[in-house]
Each structure stands twice: as C-alpha cells, then as structure tokens.
C-alpha cells in the first residue's frame, strides 16, 4: 500500500475514535499539551525547529509534497542539516571510542607494569617463612604473609608497613590462606583494592574501643589513609576496565 494512503487510512482510523469517543480527543488534547510544555522545558523554543525539521524529512517521503516550490528549497536545507549532524554525531562516537580506548589500554599498562614490578628481598623472605609456618598470630591474612605488622611492640614504622601493603596489592594471594582471602581478587585489581581499604577498616574499628590497642590502631588508620591516597585514582581506572586477565 502506497505511504499516503496509510497515512490517510490512520489519519481516519483516528478521527472515527474521536467521533465515536469524544472523551479520546480530550485526553489527547491533554497528553499533547504536556507533551509540548515538558520538551519545551527541557529543550527551549529550538524544539520547534528540531520538530518542524524532523515533519519536512517525514512529509519528503511523499513526492507531490517534494515537487512544491516553496517546499524543495526548505528540503534541501534539512537534508543537508540532517546530513551534517549525523556526521557529527558519527565523529563524537568515534572520538569517545578512541578515548575509551586509549583509557583502557592506560589501564591495563599500569596494571601490567605493577604486577611485574619485583618484590623487595626482605618482604620474600617474610612470604617465604610465613609459608614455612613461621608466623605467629590469629589473623593468618594475605597482609601478615607480606609481614606487614602495627603497634607499639613488634609493628613496623610507617615505611615498612606501607611498602608491604603496596606488595600485599599486586601479588597473588597463596592458597594456603583461609577461604575467605581466595575472595580478595586478582592481584592490581578494584576487588583487591577493596579488600585491603575494607580489612584494614574492619581490624581498626574491631579495636578502636581497646586502650591497649591505641598504637595498632593509630598504624591501621594511617596505612588505611596512605593506602587510598595511594591507589584510590588506578582502582578507579582498574574499575571501570578490568585487566583483561582478571576478566
């Protein structure tokens, strides 16, 4: 069926309803109006512009309505108009692909070249007697198997303990750990972030209340800060694209 006798054919589909239900063309009146105010609102008056466009490209489909003379001059304005802003639209999508791109390659960069970067001897060492059943301790944690220690007793200064979390970050976790730290996510990635920020938290506030636990808390708030300060902006990227071996 040609498109202007579909047209012609809805067009009376429509009015019957209206005839036959007056309480249709009220309702309709009622839809249109909030329909025009809100895109108003949102858009301005170039809306109507954008509308009036939008019916000559419709209407061009017919070619008596094209043949008009006062019609094909407009047509050819909105066509070219049409033309230029799918191009556009063409070329922001290809320059935010790019830059997704170049995003995502940084992102898996930077991971590569943390997790590659060598673990300092004297951590190892630590790792390797932690293995060896050397540790003593409840909290059997991926942090302890880096040696990572707080308090005023046997913790470590603040360089040490925040260079072992720095390791603790970009290693693998050992299957000998308890069940719940095979949870903690690949080494360099948001769930790791978030595993250390959330376990660091959780062992301060466990002991926030304990007179004899100031100093390791006072170690724990402070490697906590360090921490975030430190990789809050790579987990971010590593978040919203995962290294592809993590995926």
């Not at 922001?92 to 170049?102: G, I, N, W, Y």
């Not at 390797?128 to 301790?137: C, K, P, Q, T, Y």
């Not at 880096?146 to 303990?161: A, F, N, Q």
């Not at 925040?162 to 769930?191: H, M, N, S």
Request: net charge positive; hydrophobic share 45%; with cysteine.
């Amino acid at each position: 069926m040609p498109a202007y006798l579909k047209t012609a054919l809805w067009l009376g589909i429509v009015v019957a309803l209206f005839m036959i239900f007056p309480a249709l063309f009220v309702i309709a009146l009622l839809i249109l109006l909030w329909w025009l105010i809100s895109n108003l609102t949102e858009h301005g008056p170039k809306w109507i512009w954008w509308q009036r466009d939008l019916l000559f490209l419709w209407l061009g489909r017919f070619r008596l309505f094209g043949k008009l003379p006062w019609v094909s001059g407009i047509m050819r304005r909105v066509q070219a108009e049409e033309k230029h802003r799918k191009e556009e639209a063409r070329r922001k999508k290809a320059e935010a692909d790019a830059r997704e791109q170049a995003e995502r390659d940084r992102a898996q960069k930077e991971h590569d070249v943390l997790v590659k970067r060598p673990i300092p001897p004297d951590i190892k060492r630590d790792m390797r007697a932690f293995l060896d059943g050397s540790f003593v301790g409840d909290d059997r944690s991926p942090l302890a198997y880096v040696g990572y220690r707080v308090g005023k007793t046997r913790g470590l200064v603040s360089r040490e303990r925040q260079r072992r979390l720095d390791v603790c970050f970009r290693i693998e976790i050992p299957t000998d750990l308890d069940a719940k730290y095979q949870k903690w996510g690949g080494p360099a990635t948001y769930q790791r972030f978030q595993s250390i920020d959330k376990h660091l938290k959780m062992l301060a506030d466990m002991r926030s209340g304990r007179s004899n636990q100031k100093f390791a808390v006072a170690d724990w708030e402070e490697d906590r800060a360090w921490f975030l300060g430190e990789f809050r902006d790579l987990a971010g990227l590593l978040q919203r694209h995962p290294p592809l071996r993590y995926w």
